[in-house]
Structure formats: structure tokens, C-alpha cells
């Protein structure tokens, strides 16, 4: 990742208000920019079309599109950005969805202005330590960004399989992570994945020693094939 500041940080938030405030936060605290602001998900894919943001503080339930659709979608491109989400959601499946797809943070409103600030600082902290160690890091470096939850373990070894896809085998792999024991369907479901593609890469990681394999016998039909993180044992 090249480091550059300040941080441009794109606001997409509906609600005329919170997006007021976000903006001042952000102009006010050192090592960041304003990039723009946009109030739902379109409009965020479309700002990207034409400009850059290194961190985008992302409202989750916007209208014509979700913030987490429209990070996907992103992800999909190949895009990069940082994000932080936040939402009046406080469902777990919600905060388990926002890491498989890479999110910084979670904040849950309403959220109190110096929660918002310790999170930008807090990242502004982690984009230095990844300058410090972009090129080669100490394992007391590696350690304290693990620590911080700031790197995902990422399973892949190059050149992939063809048609294989590193950001979609990372957001398997996270799913894998933060799900007890699923199934190619479920996984599919959450990742808007068909069965078959997310089985492929399921498999993959059991061949790389990521995932263990175990059969669910049922009093009838098939057995269903579950996949393990094997690191969680």
C-alpha cells in the first residue's frame, strides 16, 4: 500500500445532518481531507468511476443501494479503499459481513463524536505503521498490527487456480473464519456467491490446509459437507 497524506476520505451518508457532521470531524482532524460526499450507494460506485478516496466512511442502510452491496461491488472491481461503516444495525450477522469485506470499523449509532475521532485516529495510526513496514517488518511490527486487527490473514499462495480470484478467496476465507462449521450454501448466500463457485474455493483452502472437510450424517439423503476453519481449532 502506498501511504500518502493527508488520508482523502470520502463521506456517503443519506442523512443531511450526520453527513454535516462527519465533514467537520474530518476537516478538522490532522492527517485527513475531505474528498467528497455522496448519499447512497450509486453514487458512491459513480464517484469512483472518476476520483480516488483512500478511506470511505460508509452510512450501511442507504437508499437505491446498501452500503454493503456497493462495498462489495467495489471489492468486486478490484478496489482497495479503506472503510469504516457505521449503522444503527446491531445484528452480528451485519458486524461478521463488514469484516469478510474488509472493513476497518464498525460504529454503531448513535455513536458519541469522540468515538468517531478515536476511530480516524486509530486508522491514522494504522496507514503509518504500514509505511513504517511496507517494505520489511520486524516481527514485533507484524505483531502489533495483528493486534490492532489491522491484517487478515490471507491464505493464498500465487499463481491461484484459473479463475480464481484473490479478493474473492479472501472474503471466503474471512467468512470461513467467523462461521461455525458452514456449508458451501451458506457461505454462497452471505457472499452473494453461487454454490459451485464458493465450493471451489472451499476446496481449495482444504487442499492449502485452511479448511478441514466433515460430513454431517442425516437420518436421510446425502450427507452435507461442511467446511472448518482450522485455524479456530
Known amino acids: 500500500m502506498v501511504v500518502q497524506l493527508p488520508v482523502r476520505v470520502l463521506i456517503a451518508e443519506d442523512d443531511p445532518m450526520i453527513c454535516s457532521l ?8 490532522n492527517g485527513f481531507m475531505l474528498a467528497g460526499t455522496v448519499s447512497n450507494g ?27 452491496e456497493a462495498l462489495k461491488k ?12 457505521v449503522s444503527a444495525g446491531k445484528k452480528m450477522d451485519l458486524v461478521s459481513r463488514a469484516r469478510t469485506l474488509g472493513a476497518f470499523d464498525y460504529m454503531i449509532k448513535p455513536y458519541t463524536l469522540d468515538r468517531f475521532r478515536a476511530s480516524l485516529e486509530s486508522y491514522l495510526e494504522h496507514r503509518m ?18 493486534e490492532k486487527g489491522l491484517l487478515s490473514p490471507v491464505p493464498a499462495e500465487d499463481p491461484l487456480p484459473k479463475g480464481f480470484q484473490q479478493e474473492t478467496l479472501q472474503l471466503v476465507f474471512d ?6 462449521c458452514p456449508t458451501a450454501l451458506e457461505i454462497g448466500k452471505k457472499l452473494s456467491l453461487s454454490r459451485t ?3 471451489r ?3 481449495y483452502l482444504a487442499v492449502k490446509g485452511k479448511a478441514a472437510v466433515k460430513f454431517e450424517y442425516r437420518s436421510s439423503g446425502r450427507p452435507l459437507k461442511r467446511y472448518c476453519s482450522i485455524e479456530k481449532d
Open 74 to 85: 467495489l471489492r468486486a472491481k478490484g478496489n482497495t479503499a479503506d472503510v469504516i461503516l
Open 129 to 146: 505503521l504500514m509505511k513504517k513496514t511496507r517494505e520489511e517488518a520486524t516481527q514485533e511490527d507484524v505483531d502489533a498490527l495483528f
Open 22 to 29: 462527519h465533514t467537520q470531524a474530518v476537516r478538522q482532524i
Open 175 to 180: 467468512c470461513l473464519q467467523s462461521s461455525e
Open 197 to 199: 463457485t464458493t465450493r
Open 42 to 68: 450509486h453514487e458512491l460506485l459513480e464517484f469512483f468511476r472518476n476520483d480516488t478516496a483512500d478511506l470511505i466512511i460508509m452510512d450501511i442502510f442507504m437508499p437505491r443501494m446498501s452500503g454493503l
Open 201 to 203: 474455493y472451499l476446496e
